[in-house]
């Protein structure tokens, strides 16, 4: 199938440990993202990536490190989690042209005990 | 200031009724697109409907469509013939041009949608 796949689907950890969540995406797109969504399903961008490039940083505590090793992945690794982690995280990936709409995998839940 | 304003947060419609969900942005960038998409409680993300800053009409996909005013900045989701399947949490994003904007979508805080019988 043709999509934007994240794993795991829930993580539950307990605080200070560090983890990481993978993305890949078989769409043929040239940018990839990293979204938070908060307990009031607030979304956020935190990362965005072209063709392995660095785009789009925003606010992001340094405890979060996204990287990618290739066009088709985007994977984020999180360190020294907090009990503020705990959300919802989405990787999406599009074309870069303007009007192409963002295609999401399915979330990680990150529960932090 | 909020780009984008959802003010509905929840909203409860009949079943085969039509239903309009409010999007009002705000941006001083000529360039810009509106995207809608739908959130049910299974959680996944999907993409509905988009409208660009110079498209001419107001976009249409199937049940859906974009009713757009540029001048009001208002982007609303009309669903018509609402099914059971349509409750679901609903969002409007904004991706805005020029370099600084990037790719990024923002995201308004949600209107949550009830499909009633």
């Known amino acids: 199938d043709t999509a934007v796949s994240q794993t795991p689907k829930y993580l539950v950890t307990q605080m200070g440990n560090d983890k990481s969540i993978k993305c890949e995406q078989n769409?043929?797109?040239?940018?990839m993202y990293w979204y938070k969504q908060d307990s009031k399903k607030f979304l956020k961008i935190m990362f965005s990536?072209?063709?392995?490039?660095?785009?789009i940083n925003e606010t992001v505590p340094n405890r979060f490190s996204p990287k990618s090793p290739d066009k088709a992945h985007l994977n984020l690794h999180i360190n020294s989690l907090e009990l503020g982690d705990s959300a919802v995280y989405f990787c999406?990936?599009?074309?870069?042209?303007?009007?192409?709409?963002?295609?999401f995998g399915d979330g990680t839940r990150l529960s932090i005990l | 200031a909020q780009k984008i304003t959802q003010t509905q947060p929840g909203m409860f419609v009949q079943e085969k009724e039509a239903v309009t969900l409010d999007c009002t942005y705000d941006?001083?960038?000529?360039?810009?697109?509106l995207f809608w998409y739908k959130q049910p409680s299974s959680g996944e993300m999907i993409f509905l409907i988009y409208?660009?800053?110079?498209?001419?009409q107001n976009a249409t996909e199937g049940r859906y469509s974009l009713n757009f005013q540029k001048a009001r900045k208002s982007a609303n989701l009309v669903i018509s013939a609402s099914q059971l399947g349509d409750s679901a949490m609903y969002f409007c994003?904004?991706?805005?041009?020029?370099?600084?904007?990037?790719?990024?979508?923002?995201f308004g805080t949600g209107t949550q949608l009830k499909v009633e019988l």
């Open positions: 999406a990936s599009s074309h870069s042209k303007f009007n192409q709409p963002q295609h």
């Open positions: 769409l043929g797109h040239d940018t």
């Open positions: 990536y072209n063709n392995k490039e660095l785009i």
């Open positions: 941006t001083s960038d000529p360039s810009y697109g």
């Open positions: 409208q660009g800053s110079y498209d001419q």
């Open positions: 994003a904004m991706r805005e041009g020029g370099r600084g904007g990037g790719n990024k979508l923002t």
